[in-house]
């Protein structure tokens, strides 16, 4: 049986939103708030009113409720995301500029003062975007996936080893002998072969897991991997 | 200067936002796991796209020295064309690779190499090349043009026949029985030598089906599925020795052209 995820509690509440939702909902949410802060700016506006509208957008879909619209049975976080904020830019954002400054709002804790500075470094190009966000997407999630693997080494005293076999999760064998990083670590190249192969495999796992908690069904795992894959490829 | 970084991986050059400084294509792809379909919109590991083979009239443009005879067959890694040189007026094979291919910087170093492997060898039952080089994008070797039925029904065309010519004995076995037992005038077959077509029909038929007769073409064992690591070569299974076991280290090969051949000459 496919486990309870945050996004499958959130739509499971639907129009009854418990507070079990309510966090699941808001902890989605701080995760993966940068690709449509991204996607806002690609869309046109200005670095003060993407903050605005990212912290408002999301002030209001935990408020308000949206996730009871949201369509159970095709229903992936990202899509859900994405589809909001564009009926939010479209009809929603005039309302909120003339109420925003009420001061009623309360506020998600959102790092909206870097995020600017992550999206300078982004290559300027003329991506749609909805690339744009799907692209950050699989870029947030990525890095959400590598960070649980450190924190998951840090605690078994392993961090050393994690930094070390990291680059091995890509890599081919030749760019990463063995012997060199047996050498280095202070253990046999059998040693850090199995090392190796274990970190993969725990990788393999975090990344779905990770997946999984975006996804309404397991089914669906594997084809948002091949989605993202196919976002990236597009560069 | 600062240089580019690239993923080791594909290739690719890496953006500067990449998590951890690893290619995020490559760490999805890591997640997918081994021998998983990507799906039909990707292009693949190098960026390749599915390889469509040039058609006759634009080959006949890049090669202007060759009259262009025709098109011969296409696999996963090139398409053959059959060929006259001009200048000497004699027929030749014409086989190019994906124009892609030669994005990767590996590769021109190995087509070199297998050509020049392939050009050493000289025997009846080996391919001969002429030349091998690039025109525009495209690779291609010039090689001595065989005549003859595709190595693949070389496998399936006995098979068929025997085992066509063994179902009818077995229906006639099965007749003359049925006739026998019936009373029924049989002519000159008596029971003993019914009995005996009968055995023999189904002894066969027993042998052909345990070494897969019966089974589709595309399941029968090939190379690959013998522990080889070259492209699929289906048919060439029937040269092999039947003691040979899969992941047995095999002689090497000067490239699938030589091999392909040299089982048609053992043929």
Known sequence: ?235 | METMRKCPGCQRALAPDAPDGLCPKCLIKAGLGTGVDIGPDSRGESGRTPFVAPTPEEVARLFPQLEILGFIGQGGMGAVYRARQKALDRVVALKTLPPGIGKDPAFAERFTREAKALARLNHPGVVTLYEFGQADSLFFFLMEYVDGMVIHWHGVLPRFVMTLALLILLLVAVGAISAYRSSAPVGRIDSQSVGIAFMLAVIFTGILVRRGLTTPVEQLPTLDRLGGTGPKQGGIVLFHRPSRKAGRQRPSRASSTARTTTSRTRL
């Open chain 1, 1 to 235: 049986m496919f486990p309870a995820t945050q996004w499958t509690v959130v739509l499971a509440a639907g129009g009854t939103p418990s507070p079990e939702s309510a966090v699941a909902l808001e902890h989605l949410c701080q995760a993966y708030w940068y690709p449509l802060y991204a996607f806002v700016r690609r869309s046109g506006h200005s670095p003060p009113d993407a903050q605005d509208l990212a912290q408002e957008f999301f002030a209001r879909l935990l408020e308000h409720n949206w996730i009871a619209h949201a369509d159970r049975h095709k229903g992936r976080f990202r899509s859900f995301l994405l589809m909001a904020m564009r009926r939010f830019l479209a009809k929603e954002w005039d309302k909120v500029r003339t109420l925003k400054r009420g001061g009623h709002v309360q506020f998600l804790p959102l790092q909206l003062d870097t995020a600017e500075g992550r999206y300078t470094r982004e290559p300027a190009d003329t991506r749609t975007p909805e690339h744009v966000f799907e692209k950050q997407w699989a870029l947030t999630l990525l890095e959400s996936v590598l960070n649980r693997m450190r924190g998951h080494y840090a605690q078994e005293g392993k961090g050393t080893l994690f930094h070390a076999l990291e680059p091995c999760l890509i890599g081919s064998r030749e760019s990463q002998p063995y012997a060199m990083l047996a050498a280095q670590l202070g253990m046999t190249e059998g040693a850090v072969k199995m090392a190796v192969c274990r970190l993969r495999e725990r990788y393999r796992e975090c990344l779905k897991e990770e997946i999984g908690r975006t996804v309404a069904s397991p089914a669906e795992v594997d084809e948002e991997l091949r989605h993202l894959f196919r976002v990236l490829d597009r560069g």
